[in-house]
């Protein structure tokens, strides 16, 4: 990220994103960006967002644990599921929260000091036309050298996504003073809320 480690929010209400009423013309994509706590947290707090979900897509075992999963040997990726009012907030936008807050697309199987394909950088579309959406902005973020680095982010269709046990789910808010998510994760809501401000929920 582009932004140092601060101290934990003063303001509690950034840790517990509001509940809106969900649209029923919802829809789901999945994204993988090293440790799902930080990219959940990130979601959760914008416009358009229903729910935000933890949990493993990509790999080859049927019942992918936490343990399995952390061994880098069964092909799953931490990823979180969102799912969004697209008349609220488009997949764009998802996009570039992805890209520019919640990791670097740079680093590839790892993301700061958390190493494996565990880790990686993906997409995973679940409609031709977040394929397209997906791969346009990747050449548009290379285009505009946003970083210094390539780009390296997986784009894959959603096979299946198994949800994270439940103590993963809404890390962020139930340990805000947690070591790792003070130096890893609160700075990436504080880069969200300092430049993204009219994509947060009030």
Wanted: proline residues 6%.
């Amino acid at each position: 990220m582009k932004v140092r480690v601060g101290a934990v929010f003063g303001a509690l209400l950034l840790l517990a994103p509001t509940t809106q009423v969900w649209a029923a013309q919802s829809e789901v994509a999945v994204f993988s960006g090293g440790c799902f706590w930080g990219v959940e947290a990130v979601f959760e707090r914008l416009k358009g967002v229903g729910e935000v979900l933890s949990g493993y897509t990509g790999g080859t075992l049927s019942s992918p644990s936490y343990e399995a999963v952390s061994s880098g040997s069964t092909g799953h990726a931490e990823s979180v599921k969102v799912v969004y009012d697209p008349a609220v907030v488009s997949y764009e936008t998802l996009l570039k929260v992805f890209f520019l807050v919640a990791h670097d697309p740079t680093q590839l199987n790892y993301q700061g000091p958390d190493h494996g394909t565990q880790y990686r950088s993906a997409l995973w579309y679940t409609t031709p036309a977040q394929k397209t959406t997906a791969e346009g902005s990747i050449r548009q973020l290379e285009k505009d050298k946003i970083y210094p680095g390539k780009v390296v982010t997986e784009v894959k269709p959603l096979v299946k996504f198994w949800p994270a046990e439940d103590y993963h789910q809404d890390f962020i808010a139930n340990n805000p003073t947690q070591g790792y998510i003070v130096r890893f994760d609160l700075p990436k809501l504080r880069y969200l809320h300092k430049n993204f401000p009219s994509l947060e929920k009030s």
